[in-house]
């Protein structure tokens, strides 16, 4: 699957025009105005939700270009109510449309699980056809439906 990837200009320009205090950092408020740029009607709380899924922990929002960018990305490319897709976007920071051994063990920590390192290359090995280390979006949606018993 194909995934549009986001336009670093228009995104550099929407995250310029609204850091007026030039911290090169956006809060909550801020957000909501770039996404508005962007053309993406978002809630201040809806985009504290995206947040948390990029960042593990969360006291305050500041948000850097890369992160902005990363969460325009999800935007384009999903709804909030399709979490396999939410997930899988959120750990591939690269927009390669694919994600490794390690975005898949932070998102099963983010979803409250304890996995060891040698589950993780289990189920790698397992959900990888072509054995790249590699999971498609498709092979990821297999792999959380078996998981979470779908």
Do not use: W
């Not at 270009?65 to 997930?87: G, V």
Request: charged share 25%; with cysteine.
């Amino acid at each position: 699957m194909q995934f549009k990837k986001p336009d670093t200009k228009l995104c550099s320009e929407a995250f310029t025009a609204v850091d007026t205090k030039r911290k090169s950092k956006l809060d909550a408020g801020e957000l909501v105005k770039a996404f508005e740029k962007m053309k993406l009607q978002f809630t201040q709380e809806e985009v504290t939700q995206l947040v948390q899924l990029i960042t593990i922990q969360i006291t305050q929002i500041a948000i850097s270009l890369e992160q902005f960018m990363h969460l325009i990305y999800i935007c384009q490319n999903t709804s909030n109510k399709d979490t396999n897709r939410l997930l899988f976007l959120a750990a591939d920071s690269q927009y390669a449309g694919v994600i490794d051994r390690r975005g898949v063990e932070l998102i099963l920590q983010r979803l409250g699980g304890n996995i060891k390192s040698q589950q993780t290359d289990d189920l790698m090995e397992a959900f990888t056809q072509d054995k790249n280390g590699k999971l498609t979006f498709e092979q990821f949606t297999d792999m959380m439906d078996i998981l979470l018993g779908k």
